[in-house]
Nanobody, 128 residues
Framework: QVQLVESGGGLVQAGGSLRLSCVAS????????MGWFRQAPGKEREFVSA????????TYVDSVKGRFTISRDNAENLVYLQMNSLKPEDTAVYHC?????????????????????WGQGTQVTVSS
């Protein structure tokens, strides 16, 4: 399994932007699909976005489409989540996760139990 460490969270005003990064250990990073999930206080963990091992496929929850962009750099073992036009409801702890690269659709990517490695998370707070 890979070890994952997120960074890039912080406090931002509504309408602002942040870029989250997740660095993975190991030599087989490109063989993993990568996902971003978030959990707000008192709420269940929510799928945000995912990207296939090659980067060719991406998917997003409806609430972030057009505002967030997921990407990856397999040479550097990094996955990013660019978050623009942030809203107070985006406030949460954001976690990256790694799982086997076999999914073809949103429902598969959005299943948390598909992912075998998780980072500790980075806090994103959006003020109104």
């Amino acid at each position: 399994q890979v070890q994952l460490v997120e960074s890039g969270g912080g406090l931002v005003q509504a309408g602002g932007s942040l870029r989250l990064s997740c660095v993975a250990s190991g030599r087989t990073f490109s063989s993993y699909a990568m996902g971003w999930f978030r959990q707000a206080p008192g709420k269940e963990r929510e799928f945000v976005s995912a990207i296939s091992g090659s980067g060719a496929r991406t998917t997003y929850v409806d609430s972030v489409k057009g505002r967030f962009t997921i990407s990856r750099d397999n040479a550097e073992n990094l996955v990013y989540l660019q978050m623009n036009s942030l809203k107070p409801e985006d406030t949460a702890v954001y976690h990256c996760a790694a799982g086997a690269d076999y999914c073809w659709n949103y429902d598969c990517y959005a299943r948390a139990n598909k992912y075998v490695s998780w980072g500790q998370g980075t806090q994103v707070t959006v003020s109104s």
